[in-house]
C-alpha cells in the first residue's frame, strides 16, 4: 500500500511555543489530506481537510488560528500548533488520499504531543 | 447527525476463535464501510472496504459484511490469534468526502 511518513512521532514542548508536525505522501500525490486529532481511549476526531493549493477547511469548534495547515504541494502538509498549552496535548494523525485510488486513507504514525 | 457506534469498547476473544465486531451508523447512507486496524501509538492501517452493493467481503483470515437496511457492518476474524489483538475501527465516507470513525473495539486474542 501506499506510505505516509509523519514527524516527528513524539514532541514535548513548553507552554507558549509553535510546533509544526509533517506529514508527506511518499509513494503517491496527495491532492487531500485529513488532520485528526485522537485522545486515550477515543476515536479519531477529524480536524481538518487540507486540499494542495487551497486553504484547509477546518471542523466546527477548531480554531483556524491555533491549528495552522498548509498543504502547499501534492507530497506534503504541515500542522503547526500554535502558543501551545497542555490541553492541547495528544495524539495527532495525518491522512492522505491518493488521487488514483480514491476510496481508502493512507495514515501516518501520528505524533504524540506533550506540552509541558 | 451522523453517528458511527461500534458497540464494544472491549472484547475478549480466545484464541483459535471467531471474534465478531460490530459497527452501526445512523442517519447516513454511505456508499461503502471501511474497517482499519489500530495499534496503540500507532496509526491506522487500512484492512477492508465494502460498498453498498456488496453483502460480504474476504480478505484471507477477516471477513466484513454490510446490511444496508440494519445500517450494520459486521468484522470478523476467523482463527484469532494473540497477534490480532488491537484496537479495530470503522469508519464511514460522508457526502462531503471526509472519513469519519467510531470510537474502536479494543480486541484481546487471550493464549
Known amino acids: 500500500g501506499a506510505v505516509v511518513s509523519q514527524h516527528p512521532s513524539r514532541v514535548i514542548c513548553k507552554s507558549g511555543t509553535s510546533v509544526k508536525i509533517e506529514c508527506r505522501s511518499l509513494?503517491?500525490?496527495?491532492?487531500?489530506m485529513f488532520w485528526y486529532r485522537q485522545f486515550p481511549k477515543q476515536s479519531l476526531m477529524l480536524m481538518a481537510t487540507?486540499?494542495?493549493?487551497?486553504?484547509?477547511?477546518?471542523e466546527q469548534g477548531v480554531e483556524k488560528d491555533k491549528f495552522l495547515i498548509n498543504h502547499a504541494s501534492l507530497t506534503l502538509s504541515t500542522l503547526t500548533v500554535t502558543s501551545a498549552h497542555p490541553e492541547d496535548s495528544s495524539f495527532y494523525i495525518c491522512?492522505?488520499?491518493?488521487?488514483?485510488?480514491?476510496?481508502?486513507?493512507?495514515f501516518g504514525q501520528g505524533t504524540r504531543l506533550t506540552v509541558v | 447527525s451522523q453517528k458511527i457506534e461500534q458497540n464494544s469498547e472491549a472484547l475478549n476473544i480466545q484464541e483459535g476463535k471467531t471474534a465478531t465486531l460490530t459497527c452501526n451508523y445512523t442517519?447516513?447512507?454511505?456508499?461503502?464501510l471501511q474497517w482499519y486496524r489500530q495499534d496503540p501509538g500507532r496509526g491506522p492501517v487500512f484492512l477492508l472496504l465494502?460498498?453498498?452493493?456488496?453483502k460480504e467481503k474476504r480478505k484471507e483470515r477477516l471477513k466484513v459484511t454490510f446490511d444496508t437496511t440494519l445500517k450494520q457492518s459486521l468484522f470478523h476474524i476467523t482463527a484469532s490469534q494473540p497477534a490480532d489483538s488491537a484496537t479495530y475501527l470503522c469508519?464511514?465516507?460522508?457526502?462531503?468526502?471526509?472519513?469519519?470513525f467510531g470510537k474502536g473495539t479494543r480486541l484481546h486474542i487471550l493464549p
Open positions: 487540507s486540499n494542495e493549493g487551497s486553504k484547509a477547511t477546518y
Open positions: 442517519n447516513y447512507s454511505p456508499a461503502y
Open positions: 509513494d503517491f500525490q496527495a491532492t487531500t
Open positions: 491522512s492522505a488520499r491518493d488521487a488514483g485510488r480514491y476510496t481508502e486513507a493512507f
Open positions: 465494502i460498498r453498498e452493493n456488496e
Open positions: 469508519a464511514l465516507r460522508t457526502g462531503d468526502d471526509k472519513i469519519i
